[in-house]
């Protein structure tokens, strides 16, 4: 899914090794749980080299998995996911996204109540009974790396622009082809963008509307991520120019 996601370019790869891109199919399951551990191994590994990782991305509950800042169910409960696939069939999605709100309130607010995939995995996480033994996942606070937190801000209405053109250059590129490729039925089906593709491929939206909508929904995430790294454990809000000496600052470098 490089077009939607906004996946590395072949320059942007050649110019320092990225980690963890288009290592999955977009029908497989994924979890902030086993990104921890993913992203974990690939630090160590990239640390032991003698080199410094650097997390890029958006995902807030992502990137608080990492970094040790929230408890995470290691395993899946088949229990409780049999019983919310049965919710699921018979509420509507803001009734789950309600039942959420219930039980995680931040988890809630950062996600699309439309996005039911991830409220009903949410949902699994907070209404699975406690893990037993020593199964916790891996995170760069167990690993004992030291690691700065950092949201790089813009002005809304220069952050909007750069979203409007983003949706114009993803469209140019071949993002319907993409959507179509991947199929309604994939679990990346729900991603940001993604559903508006496959209203249009379905003949239920214009082009002109596809491409607000693709823009609208990408806004609304934004505005997601910029209230969910408001409560963000320890980050520090900078701008481009002030990312660099930020970085040094906070983990002691010269």
């Known amino acids: 899914m490089p077009i939607g996601t906004a996946a590395p370019t072949p320059a942007e790869r050649a110019a320092a090794p990225h980690h963890l891109v288009e290592f999955l199919d977009p029908s497989e399951r994924y979890s902030a749980a086993r990104f921890a551990h993913d992203a974990s191994l690939a630090v160590a590994a990239i640390h032991a080299r003698g080199r410094r990782a650097i997390v890029a991305g958006g995902t807030g509950f992502y ?102 053109a ?47 909508r693709l823009a609208a929904a990408t806004r609304r995430y934004a505005r997601r991520q910029r209230a969910w790294f408001r409560s963000e454990p320890a980050v520090r809000w900078v701008t481009r120019d002030q990312v660099e000496a930020a970085a040094r600052e906070m983990l002691g470098w010269p």
């Open 63 to 164: 990137i608080r998995a990492l970094t040790g800042d929230v408890a995470l169910a290691p395993q899946h409960d088949e229990i409780v996911r049999a019983r919310l696939a049965a919710e699921a069939r018979v509420h509507e999605p803001a009734f789950l996204h309600g039942w959420l709100a219930l039980h995680d309130p931040q988890r809630a607010a950062a996600l699309d109540p439309n996005d039911t995939y991830r409220v009903l995995r949410a949902l699994e996480v907070a209404l699975a009974p406690p893990a037993s033994g020593g199964g916790a996942s891996r995170t760069l606070a167990r690993d004992g790396v030291a690691f700065a937190k950092l949201f790089v801000d813009m002005p809304l209405d220069e952050n909007d622009a750069r979203i409007a």
């Open 166 to 212: 983003r949706a114009d250059a993803m469209l140019a590129s071949g993002f319907v082809e993409e959507a179509e490729r991947i199929g309604a039925g994939a679990v990346a089906a729900n991603a940001v963008g993604y559903p508006a593709a496959l209203a249009y491929l379905a003949g239920l939206s214009t082009f002109g509307e596809l491409r607000a």
